[in-house]
């Protein structure tokens, strides 16, 4: 059981509003409704001062909390419950309930905070998570392009692995342009093309359509905008990462793991130094086996997913 408090705070936060409630240990409580605008969360910050409230404990719903825990930082503990471990006692359920259910659990010393990271290890997380996206949204968009040359009987990914190197590039905006294979083939400089010529004139057997040409020409400038927006992200991790080179050499020191893997595992972990041994850290990932106990048998199943999906 984690420290019992005089006074507590709980707070059940939605998109629009806050429900919370003031506990002391004789019992009392005091009920508040705040608005979540930034003018609202001032107000609410005011409240608890006011009310002398040492502590507030919120559930980690969504990213409605994030705002919460910004306004008070430093000035109020803030305990992001984890709602897995926090089931509600059965009854009639409301929102003041459910407030009224995390100031006891909290001011019982019954909640087991989430791990809250430093605002530094915060925004590294969120360049990492961002570079994510784009590489997802990228992928996206290779894959309509595939898409599109697929349904004009052009199958250059059976020619090259990457049709968006400097050889496939080079063929698609070719093709765009509506210019013959062979005509492309005959005026480039580019080795592996010519090495490759018959096998590119087997993969394409069809032409583009101007829909299908405006469409990959579109395509490929956005794969070229999301390509810069990803070196600028890159530039600012490797910036941020200089406080973790020694971290960050450990990291890529484990075969297959290069700085993009490296710094995504550093930026998703934080400290590393909060786990006291390697089986809570793997425990923290979600990365170990659930286990359930009836009588004498003990039972493992599939990974737990607790963790970062992003770590995963």
């Not at 550093?266 to 359930?292: C, H, Q, R």
Request: aromatic share 6%; hydrophobic share 40%; with cysteine.
């Amino acid at each position: 059981m984690n420290r019992r408090w005089e006074k507590a705070c709980g707070a059940d936060v939605h998109k629009r509003f806050i429900e919370a409630t003031i506990l002391t240990s004789d019992g009392t409580n005091k009920h508040g409704r705040f608005n979540t605008d930034i003018k609202s969360l001032m107000e609410f910050r005011e409240w608890l001062i006011n009310n002398d409230c040492p502590v507030i404990a919120i559930e980690s719903t969504g990213i409605y909390w994030i705002p919460i825990h910004t306004i008070l930082e430093g000035i109020i503990e803030v305990q992001v419950a984890n709602a897995y471990n926090i089931k509600h006692i059965p009854g009639k359920k409301t929102d003041i309930r459910d407030s009224e259910w995390l100031a006891e659990l909290c001011i019982n010393g019954m909640i087991e905070p989430s791990r809250i990271f430093p605002k530094e290890d915060r925004e590294l997380r969120d360049l990492t998570r961002a570079r994510e996206a784009l590489v997802n949204s990228r992928t996206q968009v290779k894959n309509r392009v595939h898409v599109v040359l697929d349904t004009a009987n052009i199958k250059l990914s059976s020619a090259f692995t990457d049709i968006f190197g400097k050889s496939g590039i080079e063929l698609v905006n070719g093709l765009i342009s509506g210019r013959p294979i062979e005509a492309i083939i005959g005026d480039t400089d580019n080795n592996r093309i010519k090495k490759r010529s018959e096998e590119i004139k087997q993969a394409v057997k069809g032409t583009l359509g101007s829909t299908q040409a405006f469409v990959i020409k579109e395509c490929t400038e956005i794969i070229q905008t999301i390509d810069n927006r990803i070196k600028n992200i890159d530039a600012e991790i490797r910036n941020r990462m200089k406080a973790k080179d020694e971290d960050l050499k450990i990291a890529m020191s484990v075969p297959g793991i290069g700085f993009v893997a490296g710094s995504t595992v550093l930026a998703e972990i934080g400290n590393f130094k909060d786990f006291k041994t390697p089986d809570k850290l793997a425990a923290w990932t979600g990365i170990v086996s659930s286990v359930y106990q009836s009588a004498d048998k003990l039972n493992t199943g599939k990974i737990t997913k607790r963790g970062s999906k992003h770590l995963r």
